[in-house]
């Protein structure tokens, strides 16, 4: 049986502690949960799914916690867009972070709409000093509000805007230093961009500040030939995983989770893409040398 974590302080919200290896907390999954208590070592959530006032969710969201650590992930802040930062979501994600006490909470570096509609897709920003600034203000005010640092993820891209200026890496870098916040790596997002847009997987893993990640998120895609779609339905590419070693000699222990959102295999084969996780993180500097990792590859 996994014990109880213990309530976040104040002065604890500031710690980003190494969970090992987990897997999002999906409803295919809840009876497996509840019948066995599996030895997982954390689950991510959808903040979304369980911003409700009652019900199932929580119900099931109250069972987890008592018995594993548990992170927030949300897809809705829209932290990039020029509209005004809603109000009402941070309300009902903070009520949900007091009811959850996460190890932290993490949103996407992009933008999901603007005047008032909603794109439902995790869309990039142009990388520009204006951009900078404007997204380490609405950093900030999010981080006041709810009284913690923000994680920041980047995302998957099939497009880029004219107007950037540098680096998605050194953009990311920027906002997480300037903003005093952490950074989520999604090392398939990296790979899928790499590919579409002709840079070096590593240039991007080694432009990131070490102290800055606290978390990788793992992830299959699809391969359309000219192109890679980001899509969380496959299992993890054999050079996502080697560049997930190549991550860890750079950023050392780093809490890990096997992201799986559509065609979601059963739980007993979620737990082999953890043990393969925990096996790569084990092995740690005596792994192979890695696979090469540009474009294309």
């Given at each position: 049986?996994?014990?109880?974590?213990?309530?976040?302080?104040?002065?604890?919200?500031?710690?980003?502690?190494?969970?090992?290896?987990?897997?999002?907390?999906?409803?295919?999954?809840?009876?497996?949960?509840?019948?066995?208590?599996?030895?997982?070592?954390?689950?991510?959530?959808?903040?979304?799914?369980?911003?409700?006032?009652?019900?199932?969710?929580?119900?099931?969201?109250?069972?987890?916690?008592?018995?594993?650590p548990?992170?927030?992930?949300?897809?809705?802040?829209?932290?990039?867009?020029?509209?005004?930062?809603?109000?009402g979501y941070?309300?009902?994600?903070?009520?949900?972070?007091?009811?959850?006490?996460?190890?932290?909470?993490?949103?996407?570096?992009?933008?999901?709409?603007?005047?008032?509609?909603n794109?439902?897709?995790?869309?990039?920003?142009?990388?520009?000093?204006?951009?900078?600034?404007?997204?380490?203000?609405?950093?900030?005010?999010?981080?006041?509000?709810?009284?913690?640092?923000?994680?920041?993820?980047?995302?998957?891209?099939?497009?880029?805007?004219?107007?950037?200026?540098?680096?998605?890496?050194?953009?990311?870098?920027?906002?997480?230093?300037?903003?005093?916040?952490?950074?989520?790596?999604?090392?398939?997002?990296?790979?899928?961009?790499?590919?579409?847009?002709?840079?070096?997987?590593?240039?991007?893993?080694?432009?990131?500040?070490?102290?800055?990640?606290v978390?990788?998120?793992?992830?299959?895609?699809?391969?359309?030939?000219?192109?890679?779609?980001?899509?969380?339905?496959?299992?993890?590419?054999?050079?996502?995983?080697?560049?997930?070693?190549?991550a860890?000699?750079?950023?050392?222990?780093?809490?890990?989770?096997?992201?799986?959102?559509?065609?979601?295999?059963?739980?007993?084969?979620?737990?082999?893409?953890?043990?393969?996780?925990?096996?790569?993180?084990?092995?740690?500097?005596?792994?192979?040398?890695?696979?090469?990792?540009?474009?294309?590859?």
């Amino acid at each position: 049986m996994v014990a109880r974590p213990k309530s976040n302080r104040p002065e604890d919200l500031n710690v980003f502690p190494y969970l090992g290896v987990g897997v999002g907390l999906r409803t295919v999954h809840y009876q497996d949960i509840f019948d066995q208590w599996p030895a997982i070592d954390w689950f991510e959530i959808l903040s979304e799914n369980f911003m409700v006032s009652g019900g199932r969710p929580l119900s099931v969201l109250d069972r987890v916690c008592e018995r594993y650590p548990v992170v927030m992930h949300g897809v809705s802040l829209s932290i990039g867009s020029t509209d005004p930062i809603d109000k009402g979501y941070l309300k009902a994600l903070k009520r949900l972070e007091q009811r959850v006490k996460p190890k932290w909470i993490s949103d996407h570096l992009c933008w999901t709409g603007v005047g008032g509609h909603n794109a439902h897709d995790l869309l990039p920003l142009p990388y520009t000093e204006e951009t900078i600034r404007h997204v380490v203000r609405r950093v900030r005010q999010v981080q006041d509000f709810l009284g913690r640092p923000l994680v920041l993820e980047n995302v998957s891209s099939y497009l880029t805007y004219t107007q950037s200026a540098m680096s998605e890496w050194a953009f990311l870098a920027a906002i997480a230093t300037e903003a005093d916040c952490k950074i989520l790596l999604d090392l398939n997002n990296i790979y899928v961009s790499a590919f579409n847009h002709h840079f070096d997987a590593m240039d991007y893993v080694n432009g990131i500040p070490s102290d800055r990640v606290v978390q990788f998120h793992l992830a299959g895609h699809r391969d359309k030939g000219d192109y890679l779609l980001d899509t969380h339905d496959h299992p993890i590419k054999p050079a996502v995983w080697s560049l997930y070693r190549q991550a860890l000699k750079r950023f050392g222990a780093v809490s890990t989770l096997i992201e799986w959102d559509d065609h979601i295999p059963p739980l007993k084969k979620m737990l082999t893409y953890v043990e393969k996780a925990k096996k790569i993180f084990q092995a740690g500097e005596d792994a192979t040398a890695p696979m090469a990792l540009r474009y294309g590859t």
